[in-house]
């Protein structure tokens, strides 16, 4: 059992942030076992065909399994919407000696040393740069194509936890973050299974990163160097790659229009113009203007996160919704 314990100034320090590099790291392994992210697999079926020709093992022996696993590879965001390249960047910075730290203690339980790796024990730099160009090729065959979608669930994903620490404090943030974590008494305790630590965090808060890709995993980074951090599963993965039109009950249809009852059943968890559009086979121009007429009707609200305004149903929204 993992425990972090948490002041009132810990508290004050909590915060969120999308990482493109975690999800670089989580996506990465289940192109090896894609059982183990079942609802992903139309994305592992294209990605592993516009992998094919490259070799990622490189990213494979920097992420092993059971063990520590280098932080410098996906460093915690510092930034609330951070860009790859902006990630990229803090990469290349590593200083050498702390990559070099990082790979020899991953595999100080397990040698070998993989051959692989063997750049980063004695020439770090030149190993830093080509972990930096395989993660940006990695990105563009196979999650650039796909990452307004997956931002806009991400950020659903904040706005749905920064609301619940807003309507209930620590104990409404914590209650649904995974079933392995819980709280009590100022303590979160994430179920690990044999791994023990216990983390005071004093005023260095928590950040949380939700993933895409991250299930069934909740992954806690507490190196001194970076604020604590917990990966965990994003809200609504589930409807991730969905590409069918949710079915309106026909009296909720009746009263809205097939296309604007449609609208409203899919905002049972916050989700972007674009977002909605593609899975409901309609321009984003006919989603805003349906979503114009539902927010004037108090069936729906929009908040925005970052650049982009994500929209969820109203409590009289939920009514009409359960009514029908």
Do not use: C, N
Not at 100 to 119: G, W
Not at 148 to 161: C, I, M, S, T
Not at 186 to 209: M, T, Y
């Amino acid at each position: 059992m993992i425990t972090l314990r948490f002041g009132p100034a810990a508290l004050a320090h909590v915060r969120f942030a999308i990482s493109p590099l975690v999800e670089v790291r989580r996506s990465r392994r289940l192109l090896e076992d894609p059982a183990a992210g079942a609802l992903h697999l139309p994305w592992v079926v294209q990605a592993r065909k516009l992998t094919a020709d490259l070799d990622l093992s490189l990213l494979r022996a920097l992420d092993p399994t059971g063990v520590y696993t280098p932080d410098f590879v996906s460093p915690p965001p510092d930034t609330p919407l951070a860009e790859l390249e902006d990630e990229l960047a803090v990469v290349a910075a590593t200083p050498p000696e702390q990559a070099r730290a990082e790979v020899q203690r991953s595999y100080r339980r397990k040698p070998p040393l993989p051959a692989v790796l063997e750049p980063f024990v004695a020439d770090p730099a030149t190993g830093l740069a080509e972990v930096v160009a395989l993660l940006r090729v990695y990105w563009e065959r196979t999650l650039a194509p796909h990452w307004p979608r997956v931002r806009a669930l991400l950020e659903g994903d904040v706005l749905h936890r920064a609301r619940q620490m807003a309507d209930g404090g620590a104990e409404r943030l914590f209650a649904d973050v995974d079933p392995t974590v819980s709280w009590a008494d100022g303590v979160l305790s994430i179920d690990k299974g044999s791994v023990e630590q216990d983390v005071d965090l004093r005023d260095r808060g928590l950040l949380f990163v939700p993933s895409a890709f991250a299930w069934p995993d909740v992954v806690l980074v507490t190196d001194p160097r970076w604020q604590p951090t917990l990966v965990y599963p994003a809200r609504g993965v589930g409807t991730l790659w969905e590409t069918d039109r949710p079915a309106a009950p026909d009296a909720l249809g009746a009263l809205l229009g097939k296309v604007r009852a449609a609208v409203l059943m899919a905002l049972d968890h916050p989700r972007s113009t674009t977002d909605l559009a593609r899975s409901l086979g309609v321009s984003a121009g006919g989603v805003s203007q349906h979503l114009g007429i539902l927010r004037e009707a108090g069936l729906v609200h929009g908040h925005r996160v970052g650049r982009v305004v994500l929209y969820l149903r109203s409590p009289a929204g939920d009514g009409l919704v359960r009514a029908a």
